[in-house]
Structure formats: structure tokens, C-alpha cells
């Protein structure tokens, strides 16, 4: 009975956290940049899609939408205010801007937390469901939501497959994150992809945290286990690569899960962190990762 | 000129040794830990500015340090000196086992081990609470002294010979070899020198001190706990410190402490969102001015 119950719990987290690594995976892709405030984004789109939908009667499906909306403003406010200053900034070595990056967009996720929990304090929020109700899957009795949250994951991953392939924008991300110099030389605007990266990277993050908050519900508190999260689902994976994403996001998932039913919720990412530290000294490149 | 900074850096350490006779304990008592804050700031310093690793744990060699010398007081009774001895050794040891990866390893990669370092430490002591004490902390039976004044001479005196250690260490040609090894280190190697001795050594001295400090700090707060010493925001204030300060600079690192410390206690008013202003200070200082405040004081004589 666990193990069914532990199956399919594990789909739908698996495929959420999916859609958020493969936003991170993208903009490290795309422009080199590991976003250490990734679980401040998810939380920030979580806690505006509860509050709104709770406060201004916005209804689940607006405060979904106007969640996902905050992620987009503030994965472009993380982009314009800090990253994007740190990389043009003259006084900065060009080997130290990546640890520049990193420890702004700490700084900036620390800034969040403290903003988020002095404004909403620090207990977890359960964003409201898109669908009421539960239903019956290989015995196991599971609500609505958590089916709607494994199909839009994969359907807006799916999307953004489409995008990246077929369409012209599209191609000229998948351009960049291959040589960004060719890109220019072709005569595209570096600058311009960012921003469009950026943007996409809000909206993909953003719906995973909302998801993430009418699963499992977050709080202030879990903006560091998020980001850990990912960032072990990226290098797991291997950086910038996107199907390597997906496949690790499923590995941690289910650990995690496992985990939480087996041992206890509060260690649900020791193992991961374990198998992490033995990948990195195995092989740093990760499952699918380039050198 | 030549004397000038060797002078200000003594007059600024004789006020502080004076300092216990014009103020009150209280004053004393934030001093203290920003003292020992500093060591590991500028511990952090000597592997960042100086061997080019970015360590984003470095609360995991503060906290070996720590909880070593705490669980040996508490279980054991072992005397203060002992635990010491044990707490910075230990953190060599956990210092030199972060040193495999990073020598195989880079940039991203390597900050990433540390990262999980933290984190794993961290579970696992709150997994482990019935013999860590976990967030609630372990009580420790031993101190270095009651007074005020010794407690806070120990830790300047503690502060200002391993920042002068570091800062001699930075200065002499192992530093010089260091800081080349951290930007090329193919090139380093072409040049005849040892680049994984040299890194090693700078993670054993850096583990030391940060492990040290850890242990002294355990003996003057008389408790251990998640929240003090291993806490990830714990590092980060470490780092925030170094990087406040001016990197390297090693002294940056103490400056920085001082300055956090003093700036967390005239925002204790604000409560909650004191770490939200001192977050903000710290990414406004990083965007308009990399070099720190040493940064900004050496420049600003440059030009005039």
C-alpha cells in the first residue's frame, strides 16, 4: 500500500520539481549564471497565490495565475537588479563575477526570506487547490490536484520542448546556450535573450512554486531546502542540460519521498544530499552534463 | 608613508586591548563574538582571496570544531585546553577532507560540495538530537573564565595573533604562490610550483583557525547549538563579513564581524527586519563597491 502510495505521490513531485529545475538548468545554460535565490522565487509565487486568493477573492485560478505572474516580476527584478550589474560591472575581475553572482543572489533570496516572513510571518501557507476532490489511482486515493499538478508539469515542460525547437526565438536560446559569441556574430542581441531567458525562467519557477504550495505548502523556512533542491537536481542531471534535468528531478523525487514515508519528513533530503556528494566526486559532470 | 599602515593597525589595537577599562560588559560581551566571528571571516578570506576557492561552508569547520569540543566537554569532561586542541584538529581534518574534491573540482562544483556539507551537517545534527542536543543546544559544564574583561581579551588576543599568523601567512611568497594558483593554476604548475601542497596547506590553516574559533566560542557562550554555530546563515554572515571588509585583505574579515555585530545591535529596534537591512548593505556594497571597505579606504589615498 505505501509503496503504491509512495509511486504516485512521487510522480507529481517529481514532475513539479521538474519544472522548476529545468527553468534553472536553462538560465545556467544560457547564461551562466546559477541562481542561489531559485527558492525564493518559488516561495515569493506561492505566497502571492495564496494571499491573493484568500484576500481579494482572486479564486484559485487568479491567485495561481497572479502567483506565477510575482514569479515572472521577480525572476526579472533578480535579473536587472543584481545579476546583470554584476556582469557588466567594471570593478569586478571576470573569474570573480561567478562568485559574485552567487553570493548577490544569496544575499537577495536572505533578503526575501526576511521580507517574507516579517510580511506573512514564517508558517507554511497551503495555496488553494485548482480542483477539489480525490479520486482513485492504482488503489491508492489521491486528490485532483495532485493529477492536475503532475499533467500541467509536464504538459508546460512539453510546451516548452515545442518552443525551444520549433520556434525561431526558441532556437536562437538553444543558439546561445551552445556559443553565445556565434549568436551575436549572427547579429542577435545577447542582452535581449537574457531578458527572454529570464522571463521564461520566472514563469516556469513560478507555476512550480505555486504547485509546490497547494501540494505540499511552504513557508519562509523552506527557501533554502528549495534551492538545494534544485541545485542538486541540476548538477545531478548534469548544468544545462535539460532532459538530464528531468530524469534527476525523478531520482530526487523519489528519494525524497521515500525518505519521508519511510524514515521521517524532517530528513527528507539527507540521502539526496549523500548521493549528491558521491556524484560530484564521481562524476562532476553529472548524468548528462557536458564538459 | 611606509609606517602608516603598520601604525594605524597598532594604535587601533591598543585602544581595543584598553578598551575593557572605558566600557561597560555588555558592549564587551558583542565585542567577543565578533571577535571570534572575525577569525572565521578571515579564515574564509585565506581560501577565497588568497587560494581562489569559494567556500560556502564555512560554518561546516566552525561547527566541527565547535560541536568537537563541546560533545568531549560535555560526555567526557575532558579540561578546556584538551577540547580546544581536539575541536581545531578535528576541523583540520574536515578541512583537508574538503580539500580532495577541490582539487579535482572547480568553481561552481566545489562551492556546491561545501554547500551540501552544511546541510548534511546540519540534519544530521538535529537527527541525531538525543546526543547532539540539536536546536536546542547541548550545555556546556566548562568555561574559559566569568569576567567579562578576560573573556574579551582572550578573544582579542585569540583574533589578533591568528590574524596576524594569516596575515604574515598572505604576505610572504606561499601567499603569493597561493593567489597564482587560485587564478591560473595550470600556470602556477608550469612555473614549478606544487599548486596541491600549497592548496592543501591553505584549507589545513584555514580549518584551523575557523575550527578554533568554533571552540573558543563554545567555551564563552557555555552552550552548542545548531543555530550558533553551524547554521548556513551563520556562514553566510562569514562570508557577507569577508567580503564587507575587502577581500583579500585577511584584516577585512575582523573589520567586517565588527562592523555586522555593531550594525545588527543598533538594528536591534527594527527586530526581524535587522537581517533584511544588513543583507541589503552587504548586496549594495557588492554591487557599487567589490573591493570593500579596506577597498574603498586604499583607493580613496591612491588618488589623493
Known amino acids: ?121 514564517n508558517n507554511p501557507r497551503t495555496v488553494l487547490p485548482l480542483v477539489e476532490g480525490v479520486v482513485d489511482v492504482i488503489g491508492v486515493r489521491t486528490p485532483v490536484n495532485e493529477i492536475i499538478t503532475a499533467l500541467i508539469s509536464w504538459a508546460v515542460i512539453g510546451l516548452l520542448y515545442i518552443f525551444v525547437q520549433r520556434t525561431r526565438t526558441g532556437k536562437v536560446l538553444l543558439a546561445a546556450s551552445m556559443n553565445a559569441r556565434g549568436v551575436t556574430l549572427l547579429g542577435f542581441e545577447l542582452s535581449r535573450i537574457y531578458l527572454v531567458t529570464w522571463a521564461i525562467y520566472g514563469l516556469l519557477a513560478g507555476l512550480a512554486g505555486v504547485l509546490l504550495g497547494a501540494f505540499l505548502g511552504v513557508s519562509s523556512d523552506s527557501i533554502g531546502q528549495l534551492t538545494a533542491s534544485a541545485f542538486s537536481i541540476v548538477v545531478l542531471g548534469g548544468l544545462g542540460s535539460v532532459s538530464g534535468s528531468l530524469i534527476a528531478a525523478y531520482v530526487v523525487g523519489y528519494i525524497e519521498t521515500i525518505t519521508a514515508y519511510t524514515v521521517a519528513p524532517s530528513v527528507r533530503t539527507l540521502p539526496v544530499l549523500a548521493l549528491l556528494v558521491l556524484v560530484v566526486y564521481m562524476r562532476p559532470q553529472g548524468l548528462l552534463g557536458r564538459r | 608613508m611606509r609606517w602608516l599602515k603598520p601604525g594605524i593597525a597598532i594604535a587601533v589595537l591598543v585602544v581595543l586591548y584598553l578598551l575593557p577599562f572605558g566600557v561597560s560588559g555588555y558592549i564587551l560581551g558583542l565585542l567577543t563574538v565578533a571577535y571570534y566571528y572575525g577569525v572565521a571571516a578571515m579564515a574564509w578570506d585565506l581560501l577565497f582571496g588568497f587560494a581562489g576557492e569559494v567556500n560556502f561552508g564555512p560554518s561546516f569547520l566552525v561547527g566541527l570544531g565547535a560541536y568537537t569540543a563541546a560533545l568531549l566537554n560535555h560526555y567526557e569532561g575532558a579540561p578546556v585546553w584538551l577540547c580546544l586542541i581536539a575541536g581545531g584538529a578535528m576541523a583540520v581534518v574536515g578541512g583537508a577532507v574538503l580539500a580532495i574534491p577541490a582539487l579535482r573540482l572547480r568553481g561552481p562544483y566545489f562551492g556546491l560540495v561545501t554547500l551540501v556539507a552544511v546541510l548534511m551537517m546540519q540534519n544530521l545534527l538535529v537527527l541525531f538530537a538525543g546526543f547532539t542536543g540539536g536546536e536546542i543546544g547541548l550545555d556546556i559544564p566548562s568555561i574559559l573564565t566569568i569576567s567579562d574583561r578576560w573573556n574579551y581579551w582572550y578573544a582579542l588576543l585569540f583574533m589578533t595573533i591568528s590574524g596576524g599568523l594569516m596575515f604574515g601567512l598572505s604576505q610572504s611568497s606561499v601567499g603569493l604562490i597561493l593567489q597564482a594558483s587560485g587564478q591560473d593554476a595550470t600556470q602556477a604548475a608550469a612555473l614549478g610550483f606544487n599548486v596541491a601542497k600549497h592548496k592543501l596547506a591553505a584549507f589545513c590553516v584555514s580549518a584551523l583557525f575557523s575550527g578554533l574559533a568554533g571552540a573558543m566560542l563554545v567555551f564563552y557562550l557555555a552552550t552548542v547549538s545548531v543555530g550558533t554555530v553551524v547554521d548556513l546563515a551563520i556562514g553566510v554572515q562569514f ?48 554591487l557599487f563597491f567589490p573591493g570593500g571597505f579596506l577597498g574603498v579606504a586604499l583607493r580613496g589615498r591612491e588618488r589623493a
Open chain 1, 1 to 121: 500500500m505505501t509503496a503504491l502510495q509512495i509511486l504516485v505521490d512521487g510522480f507529481a513531485i517529481s514532475a513539479l520539481y521538474g519544472v522548476g529545475a529545468v527553468g534553472f538548468t536553462l538560465i545556467f545554460g544560457v547564461s551562466g549564471v546559477l541562481n542561489l535565490s531559485h527558492g525564493a522565487l518559488m516561495v515569493v509565487a506561492a505566497v502571492v497565490a495564496w494571499y491573493t486568493a484568500a484576500s481579494f477573492n482572486a479564486g484559485p485560478f487568479g491567485g495561481a495565475a497572479l502567483g506565477i505572474i510575482a514569479g515572472l516580476i521577480y525572476a526579472l527584478a533578480t535579473f536587472v537588479l543584481i545579476v546583470r550589474p554584476i556582469q557588466r560591472s567594471r570593478a569586478i575581475q571576470n573569474e570573480e563575477k561567478e562568485i559574485f553572482v552567487l553570493t548577490g543572489t544569496l544575499l537577495w533570496g536572505l533578503m526575501t526570506q526576511q521580507a517574507i516572513s516579517y510580511l506573512f510571518t
Open chain 2, 239 to 286: 562570508i557577507i563579513a569577508a567580503v564587507l571588509g575587502g577581500r583579500r585583505t585577511i584584516i577585512g574579515g575582523a573589520i567586517g564581524s565588527i562592523f555586522l555585530i555593531g550594525a545588527a545591535e543598533i538594528l536591534r529596534p527594527i527586530g526581524q527586519l535587522s537581517t533584511f537591512v544588513v543583507s541589503a548593505v552587504a548586496l549594495i556594497v557588492i
